[in-house]
């Protein structure tokens, strides 16, 4: 084919591929426009996730009625000038490119009146298209209506999630803007409902109320760099925001937030420089709950990196993750509360070990009352599983001996040594349990004998709703409470004696990430295995550690846990012989 250039309307839409992927792409990029403008009311509204509708309204400076075509052209931007503005951004948005890649991939209006204009223009772009204008009335400020995003490029129509995941995404975004704009009053309506709301009191501390839970609150340590003696007042980078006490760990990184000059980022390295501060607090592969805030001359970060201006690059990189990760540090070396041990986790096991830590743990408040279908897993940390069937063992059979640092089990095998880890092979037995009674729709559930109420963030509480089928099927037994608060009535009875709260916690946020269920299933069930495993540090008797190996053997897939590491170490006789010279 000879080299042609691409008709306007075809590059234009690939132009707005790079900045509006998904409907929490329009949402940021208007939630932008109306900070930049100087809104302190910004109210989102999004219909069937943002496909059907998606409406931002703000209080903000308006646009000139001269100037709102220009405002829908390709750089276009009042927001710098020069190649030096480039080089120090104090803005979110500085392409110009925002309203005109909406306006070539969505059905476009827009209603605006600037201080000392009598009426409102309204404007509507369909396609890249003017299609409408005229005078309107307007309360003064903007409202941006985009309706029928991708009507015009089936390719990326395609590609969009469910509305549920496409609501959580937008979520995020307002989430997001709403924490690094605490004077800013944010609300978030989706199909009708009011499904978040900041207070916009200026009070960092309320808007994380509203998006960690009120029940964070209490677990979160200041970062001030006004508390920092050591930091001179001319500091280049200023880090300030709350971070988690070590005991607030979670699954994944929904919780750690960045923002850099108030703009979200995501930086794998700036997150690992947060984690690090908690290096031998937390456990291995959770992650703290962060919200960390850098202040530094716009001159020194360049965030014209990425389409969607969500990365960034610091010109003197180690300085700034050493900063942060030295801020983080500081305030938990100096503020951390002495470790809780929860029930159940203790260092000093009950004696007698698993069902004795099972028995002292239904006393606070877990009937030990077998379900219907709970034959299949008996609320015993280890159940004696019927004799296996030779042909199917995938692992040889094992003699186990003893155990080493309440952590191990110690067997032996035809061919030498063999180290189990006691919870990782837990684990793996818990986790084919549970998808095996989760084929057979039969798990077995706990009903507790006191409901309890649970306090979760805005999305987990969106995901509680819009999952709660699938939660049945996993054992959770949930009904709304008003608020962001559930009420938990029965628990998967692999999960007996366990932090509830924290369980339901990571169960939903598994469960809210794409992709929807029931694809991410085998992920929510190693999440309860995990919970429900045997933990290092619980001291088991011969016969419990019998039991696992058996069960272990049985397994479709021994040799690791749910998330592939590594259950069982060998030391072959070979081996042996060759090390002890032999
Ligand atoms: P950018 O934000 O990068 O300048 P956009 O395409 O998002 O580019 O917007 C183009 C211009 O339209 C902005 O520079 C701004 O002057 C104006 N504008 C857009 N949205 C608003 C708004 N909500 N309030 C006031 N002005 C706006
Ligand atoms: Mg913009």
């Known amino acids: 084919m000879p080299i042609r250039l691409l008709p306007p309307e075809i590059a234009n839409k690939i132009a707005a591929g790079e900045v509006v992927e998904r409907p929490a792409s329009v949402v940021k990029e208007l939630v932008e426009n109306a900070l930049d403008a100087g809104a302190t009311e910004v109210h989102v509204e999004a219909r069937q996730g943002g496909r059907r509708l998606i409406r931002v309204t703000d209080n903000g400076s308006g646009i000139g009625s001269d100037e709102v075509e220009l405002a829908f052209s390709r750089h276009a931007t009042s927001k710098i000038a020069t190649m030096e503005d480039l080089s120090a951004i104090r803005t979110l948005g500085f392409r110009g490119e925002a309203l005109a890649s909406i306006g070539a991939v969505a059905r476009v209006s ?3 009146r600037a201080a000392g204009e009598e009426a409102g223009t309204f404007v509507r772009v369909e396609g890249g298209e003017r299609t409408a204008r005229e005078k309107r009335a307007s309360p003064g400020g903007t409202i941006v209506t985009v309706e029928n995003l991708f009507y015009n490029v089936p390719a990326r129509l395609k590609f969009l999630k469910t509305d549920a995941t496409e609501a959580a995404h937008m979520s995020n975004v307002v989430i997001r803007y709403a924490i690094a704009f605490p004077g800013v009053h944010f609300s978030l309506v989706r199909d009708g409902r009011l499904a978040f709301q900041s207070p916009g009191s200026g009070v960092l501390l309320d808007v994380l109320a509203k998006t960690l839970g009120a029940s964070a609150v209490p677990q ?26 070590p005991s607030l760990h979670r699954s994944n990184r929904d919780q750690l937030m960045l923002f850099v000059n108030r703009r979200w980022v995501q930086d794998r390295s700036l997150a690992y420089a947060v984690i690090q501060a908690y290096h031998g607090m937390i456990p291995t592969r959770r992650n703290p709950v962060a919200i960390v805030l850098l202040e530094m001359d716009p001159a020194n970060v360049d965030v014209n990196v990425h389409p969607t201006k969500s990365e960034v690059r610091f010109r003197n990189r180690s300085l700034v993750f050493g900063e942060v990760q030295r801020a983080v540090r500081r305030v938990l070396v100096s503020q951390s509360p002495v470790a809780q041990m929860r029930a159940g986790a203790g260092a000093a096991p009950a004696p007698g070990g698993g069902m004795e830590r099972f028995r002292a743990l239904s006393q606070l408040g877990f009937e030990a009352q077998r379900t219907a279908d709970s034959e299949a897993a008996p609320p015993s940390a280890f159940p004696v599983p019927e004799r296996p069937d030779p042909g199917a063992r995938r692992l040889l059979p094992l003699r186990v001996l003893g155990q080493l640092g309440q952590m191990y089990i110690i067997a032996e095998g035809p061919d030498g040594l063999y180290l189990i880890d006691q919870h990782a092979a837990h684990e793996r037995v818990m986790y084919e349990r549970l998808m095996a009674q989760r084929a057979a729709a039969k798990v077995a559930a706990q009903q507790l004998l006191e409901p309890l109420t649970v306090e979760l963030t805005p999305l ?14 996993l054992g959770f037994e949930t009904e709304p409470f008003g608020g962001e608060t559930c009420l938990v009535r029965a628990v998967p009875a692999a999960i007996t004696g366990e932090d509830v709260p924290t369980v339901l916690r990571d ?16 992920r929510v069930t190693a999440v309860l295995a995990c919970h429900g495993a045997i933990r290092a540090g619980c001291s088991l008797s011969m016969e419990e550690m019998r039991a696992l190996v058996q069960e272990l053997e049985q397994s479709e897939a021994p040799r690791t846990c749910p998330h592939g590491r590594p259950t069982v170490l060998h030391l072959s006789m070979g081996l042996l012989a060759r090390e002890f010279g032999r």
Do not use: F, K
Request: overall charge negative; glycine content about 6%; aromatic content about 2%.
């Open 460 to 473: 987990q509480m969106n995901t509680l709703e819009e999952t709660r089928d699938e939660l049945a099927s």
């Open 220 to 245: 979160l340590l200041e970062v001030n760099p006004d508390d920092d003696p050591t930091l001179p007042p001319n500091a280049a980078v200023r880090v300030s925001g709350y971070v988690g006490v």
């Open 110 to 112: 827009i209603l605006t």
């Open 507 to 522: 169960t939903l946020d598994e469960l809210g990430q794409e992709p929807p269920p029931p694809v991410q299933g085998h």
